[in-house]
């Protein structure tokens, strides 16, 4: 059996296990094409994380564990494209937050400045610590009255600035640059730095924009969660009340509320797949051309690819921009796809961690290991719960129905999700490094 | 103008919880920097390892108090310790056979080693969740205060009042008692001696017939009784619950980097200076600049730099700092 065989037919396994998710309510299965769908889109999405994240990991080998914050910025990119202006906001407060981020940015860069021009010493070091101090005070004292009168404007149902109220289809590409900005800003202080240490770094960045969306009350409404964002497919309220629909839901034998759902979802897919499919052809070109390769050559011997005249750190900055620009575009989708963002639900273990175990199993390196791996990784981790549950059952079935021992296994079953993903981590880490789909 | 109620202000609300912090954080990130040094990679799971011993602890601690079990004025937990490090060293050693030894034998790149600590981290986690649950768990026990409030203001007649927890002074004793042994044995015993040789230089260690095997099991056993301890220390001073020990992961890194990696001292160092940082900058002020300023210059608002939740950016800002003028750390450490 060629290469090529056994990985098609891994993809149509996971592809059946989809399926079969739809079609049967055996065992843990649920027999709901609602159910199948919904993994199919968050698959769908993880998908284009994990290409995100090979992009980085699997082509120049950069330790990027802070993904959670690309794909929460991503998110806020929907929130700041697609919901309409609140009104009077921009007005009210508009100016003074933009002024105290100008005077913030004022701060930063005239530092640097004294930094590169001032001769090493006390003074240089006392001159950039008042400019930092009287930089901030400015700013806090531009920036709080500003956004104390945009959270003023009805607190109850907006409070924020809103956004430009484009298409929220609009708002993937918006979650994209967003993501690349501020992987720049990232990247320029922190790459070059040794492995582990942009470990750290990045895992640091990322909890800080959390923080960010759930404290900037004025940008995303905290945890006050954005509720209600436009949607680029027809609600399926509408469609129920539309007859043309209704019989062309009937004509395959759907009740409308059933019919209506499975419409929706299928037009997400569509989009999604749409998208996954043109990042996917672009990373492939993309690892096929002389880029890829260099990127590879860096990867695998930094110091004979700089002596080739490569530029390491520059190109690392490139990669690691565009892989989180990827990642960005997934959470757009993402939150695009919940229908609200809510920032208070973003957990490193399951944005991140969760991204580098679909890479890891998938096969760094090539990309459509990541895809395997990022719709396998999924369907286990939402199935994890109910296989575990049948597990418990069975392997607890001789104790009494009243057993404490049980009844706590029972309710702590679902906590075996983080377990069976570390366990398939080592596990793979251990007989196939390479993953399911290796580099070729 | 009034010193002695700003400084006691000062001591209660700043200098008291960062002193307590500073001291578990410390703890944490010598675990941290004992494994980057000894086993050379950077332990994602030391958040969770932590959270290991401290479920163990709280289970012991349970059971013993269904026995009545106290330890009069002191935190039952206190009795349990020793049986919650010694189910953490059994993990750890276990984990290091069936993980980690494979990847030693073949001398696999640290980033592999990071890679694999990820998937421990999981299991981990996995596992403290399924045996407690995900949610808050308080287990101190006994007198809460040394010094309570409304005495201090009694004794001493000032309007401010300092408390201190019976588990902040644990806390720093502890700590104190801890980090002592530890330098001693890392110093004055044969072991230790034989642990800062294979970190200085594993080859040269090698050759003078020190067993690698017998040297990484003693550093495991160290790092999990460290490790245990703090998130003992942590979880009795505040809460335990797993989500906060995975996330004590960051200013444990914070304050390892910062201090220097591998270096011990730079550990303790970092903890305090990460404690320090995020407690000043998060704090409100008002109350001790009200005491300081004369009565017309009284602040309007919290004088507050940051708000608490933005407590990862500073420890993270500072690491940065570090990071981009002193990459080895304060203190020497290494730079693999």
Redesign the interface.
């Known amino acids: 059996m060629t290469d090529t065989m056994k990985h098609s037919l891994m993809f149509v396994a996971v592809g059946a296990l989809i399926l079969l998710e739809g079609l049967t309510d055996w065992s843990f299965f649920s027999g709901s094409w609602n159910s199948s769908l919904v993994i199919l889109n968050m698959g769908l999405i993880s998908a284009i994380m994990a290409l995100g994240v090979n992009l980085q990991w699997g082509f120049a ?1 950069l ?1 990027n564990v802070g993904i959670m914050g690309f794909t929460a910025l991503g998110g806020l990119a929907v929130v700041l494209t697609a919901t309409p202006p609140t009104p009077g906001a921009w007005s009210a407060g508009g100016p003074g937050v933009l002024m105290a981020m100008v005077m913030g940015a004022l701060t930063v860069v005239s530092a640097v400045a004294v930094i590169r021009v001032m001769p090493k010493g006390s003074l240089r070091s006392l001159v950039v610590v008042s400019i930092l101090v009287v930089g ?1 005070f400015i700013y806090r004292a531009l920036f ?1 009255p500003s956004i104390g009168a945009i959270e003023d404007i009805s607190p109850a149902i907006s409070g924020n600035l809103g956004g430009l109220g484009w298409p929220v289809i609009l708002s993937w590409p918006v979650g994209g640059l967003l993501a690349a900005g501020a992987a720049w800003l990232i990247g320029k ?2 790459l070059g ?5 942009l ?3 990045t ?3 990322a ?2 924009i959390i ?1 960010i969306l ?2 900037e009350d004025w940008l995303s409404r905290g945890v006050k969660n954005v509720v209600g964002l436009p949607r680029p497919v027809p609600y399926e309220v509408d469609l129920q009340n539309d007859p043309a629909y209704v019989e062309w839901f009937a004509s395959f034998g759907l009740d409308p509320v059933l019919g209506s759902t499975l419409y929706v979802k299928l037009g997400y897919a569509l989009l999604f797949t749409v998208v996954l499919v043109v990042l996917l052809w672009m990373a492939q070109m993309a690892l096929k051309s002389p880029w890829g390769r260099m990127m590879r050559a860096i990867r695998d011997n930094e110091v004979a690819a700089e002596a080739m005249g490569k530029h390491v750190t520059k190109r690392h900055l490139q990669i690691f921009v565009l892989g989180s620009a990827i990642c960005g575009i997934a959470g757009a989708m993402m939150t695009t796809l919940d229908g609200q963002l809510t920032p208070g639900t973003y ?3 399951r944005f991140t ?1 969760l991204i ?2 679909m890479v ?1 199993v998938g096969g760094s390196g090539n990309n459509f290991g990541s895809v395997l791996g990022g719709f396998l990784i999924w369907f286990l981790w939402i199935k994890v719960e109910p296989m575990s549950l049948e597990l418990i059952t069975l392997l607890t079935s001789w104790m009494s129905e009243d057993s404490i021992l049980r009844t706590h296994l029972m ?2 079953a679902a ?9 398939i ?2 596990l793979v ?2 007989f196939s ?1 390479r993953g399911l789909i290796p580099e070729k | 103008m009034d010193f002695l109620n700003a400084l006691v202000a000062l001591t209660n609300f700043v200098m008291i919880p960062a002193v307590a912090y500073g001291s578990q954080l410390a703890l944490g990130a010598l675990g941290v920097t004992l494994i980057y040094s000894i086993l050379r990679f950077s332990n994602f799971a030391h958040g969770d390892t932590m959270a290991f011993g401290t479920m163990m602890t709280i289970l012991v601690t349970w059971l013993l108090q269904s026995w009545g079990v106290s330890f009069g004025p002191l935190p039952t937990a206190l009795l349990a310790l020793p049986f919650g490090i010694l189910a953490t060293m059994a993990l750890v050693l276990v984990t290091d056979r069936t993980v980690y030894r494979f990847y030693r034998d073949q001398k696999a790149k640290p980033v592999v080693f990071v890679m694999v600590s990820l998937g421990v981290m999981f299991m981990m986690n996995g596992l403290v969740r399924f045996i407690i649950g995900p949610g808050d768990q308080r287990f101190a026990d006994g007198e809460r205060f040394i010094i309570k409030a409304r005495a201090f203001k009694e004794m001493t007649g000032l309007r401010e009042g300092l408390a201190i927890k019976t588990t902040q002074g644990i806390t720093v004793v502890t700590a104190v008692v801890v980090v002592a042994l530890l330098f001693w044995f890392l110093n004055r015993t044969r072991t230790g001696k034989s642990m800062r040789a294979y970190s200085d230089n594993e080859d040269l260690a090698l050759l003078s017939g020190i067993n690698p095997e017998r040297v990484v099991m003693y550093t495991w056993l160290i790092v999990a009784t460290l490790a245990t301890i703090a998130g003992v220390l942590y979880g009795l001073d505040k809460s335990f619950k797993p989500f906060t020990y995975f996330q004590l992961l960051l200013p444990i890194f914070a304050a390892a980097i910062v201090g220097g990696l591998g270096s011990p001292q730079g550990a303790i160092a970092g903890g305090f200076i990460i404690a320090f940082s995020e407690v000043t900058i998060t704090y409100a002020w008002k109350k001790v600049i009200r005491y300081i300023m004369p009565d017309n210059l009284d602040p309007d608002g919290l004088v507050q730099l940051l708000s608490t939740d933005y407590k990862f950016a500073v420890s993270f800002a500072i690491l940065i700092i570090v990071l981009l003028f002193k990459p080895t750390g304060l203190f020497k450490g290494k730079s693999v």
């Open positions: 080998g330790f901030f709080d202080t922190a730095l040794r492995s582990d240490y470990a750290i770094a895992l640091g960045i909890e800080i923080a759930k404290n957990n490193p273990l961690f580098w175990v890891i309710e702590n906590h075996m999700r983080l377990f069976t993903m570390g366990l981590l080592l880490l251990r490094p």
